[in-house]
């Protein structure tokens, strides 16, 4: 295992500490592993809180800021945090509007926050919930019941993120959420796998020859393991799952994403072979990303995600946004 | 080798539909191998140019926009560009106030550059040049007599970028850019080597439990090789150098740049390390960066650049920018 770190237990404590160090608009608690904005939620404004396992990066810490989170739990490597975080930070960036939370279908995630949710309701914080569930690749998982949720949580932290800003109330927040996960679907493809500080070595083994189609970003299995295809059919491989699985026709926003170990420069090759398959498929794609927006430690890899998108949908994702992650307009 | 492309020989081409895909701000010549904004540059502005081999993304190309350059030319993966390509992007880029050439210093860049400066000069554009050489790891290398020219790049072209906008003239441009070019340096370290698509395999060997310090971002041996170390005694061969070199003491704009293979946890764990040991060095981080500027490809490494700045320089680097690699205020 080669990795900038010390101990491979501390990790997450000491990459908070680079966080606190590298944005002074954000406020560490490193007690509770809460990532927040320095400045405290506007009065009226509803909250967003997320987080999840670490090892997301830049998802969920860095996509705290104005437009976008105002409170992110990280929990240890691929470890849901616990309740006690989420509550800590509900209670925190409640400004008397209501907090939602956002959660990705993973089995720790979505019980720690339902479990907080009741605290915080029952502490007199008005709490609502959406579950993100928008991986095609699988229907139950090794880590899920039902579909995972992934790359469309980028988008929905985004999007909402600035409809809370504009004021829409928790539950026009709520409903908006429940519409961009709707609207969202992904599929992943992995090159190679990850490895987790404390386990030393890499999570599944693939030949040299071999990729793992549909993997989730803990390096769950996925649909299969084919023999290491060209760009232009792995490019199929991520398009054709998202297409067939719902009307994706008409305007999207598109994120062809990075897991971490691949170079940009294959991100742009494998774009220039998914965006005119998507266009042949009836997508209009209005926006994109290409990048690493959620990731999976250091693993070689790529995901595909498209949400179908209108007008408001549009305006609110060109809203200004200022996050370590995304940032534009401000 | 595992990546996302077809043929080998086609990456650039085909890592170039992608940018073109993905970013409509910006205009791809396929033929020439340029990457242009789609505006046409403003009367009166100075332009800037930069360029150098492929795999180093998002530099050049990422760093095209409002606020940076207004064409970077594409080489090969790790291959200068040609003279015809800079001789193409400086005529079609100067608007009669000149063009300014930023070139990292590496022996073909800087003769291909001094050639289409020369050839741009034959047919009246006004060129100045600025050959950038900050790493502090050797003083000479396999790729360049003097030092290497790495991450102060990223900040010169942020800075000078701004005060194009801003209406410096050419002789004021190159004059800054010349003292930001003196006031940066950098050091690298690489946890394992990058593949060169057409060479499928590994650019060098570095054993499991070995790494190299100050190695350059095309896999250059650096100053030596050392057993695998913490982020803590990592962050100090990457600090110590900088500040033997020169005195780094005051206000500072700090990167600390992954190679392509690194996770950003890693890196802000590094960041944790890197920022104390800076500080108890007198520098006083005005500014910073943490991600991927200028990698290598897919290796596992980090660098660290140190550019001393004054208010003039900081008040660049706030400037909007709108570049597919730096964003904020616009």
């Not at 949720?149 to 800003?165: N, S």
């Not at 609207?183 to 190679?192: D, E, H, I, P």
Request: glycine share 12%; charged share 20%; with cysteine.
């Amino acid at each position: 295992m080669k990795k900038f770190i010390n101990d491979p237990a501390h990790v997450l404590a000491e990459a908070l500490r680079g966080v606190a160090a590298a944005h002074p608009d954000l406020r560490v608690d490193h007690d509770n592993r809460v990532i927040y904005r320095s400045e405290p939620t506007r009065a009226g404004k509803v909250a967003l809180v997320s987080g999840g396992g670490s090892g997301h990066e830049p998802l969920h810490g860095g996509f705290v800021g104005i437009g976008m989170l105002d409170a992110a739990c990280a929990g240890e490597v691929f470890t849901s945090p616990t309740p006690d975080q989420m509550l800590a930070a509900t209670k925190a960036v409640d400004s008397g509007a209501g907090v939602l939370l956002i959660v990705k279908n993973y089995t720790g995630d979505v019980l720690n926050f339902e479990m907080a949710a009741e605290l915080a309701a029952a502490e007199g914080v008005r709490v609502a919930s959406i579950v993100v569930n928008d991986d095609v690749a699988v229907e139950d998982s090794t880590w899920t019941a039902g579909r995972r949720g992934v790359g469309t949580t980028v988008i929905l932290e985004k999007v909402v993120g600035a409809a809370a800003e504009d004021g829409y109330d928790l539950e026009a927040v709520r409903a908006l959420a429940e519409r961009v996960n709707t609207a969202g679907r992904s599929m992943g493809v992995a090159l190679t796998s990850g490895t987790v500080p404390t386990a030393g070595k890499p999570t599944f083994d693939l030949p040299e020859d071999e990729m793992e189609v549909g993997v989730g970003i803990h390096g769950e299995p996925g649909r299969h393991r084919v023999p290491l295809a060209s760009a232009h059919e792995i490019a199929k491989m991520l398009v054709d799952p998202i297409v067939h699985d719902y009307d994706a026709s008409g305007p999207a926003i598109v994120m062809l994403n990075g897991l971490g170990g691949t170079p940009l420069i294959e991100l742009y090759l494998l774009y220039g072979e998914v965006a005119p398959l998507l266009e042949a498929a009836g997508v209009s794609i209005a926006r994109n990303l290409v990048g690493d927006y959620i990731t999976s430690l250091d693993m070689a890899g790529a995901s595909l995600t498209v949400v179908k998108a209108d007008d408001e949908l549009l305006r609110l994702w060109d809203a200004p946004v200022s996050t370590p992650g995304l940032r534009w307009g401000a």
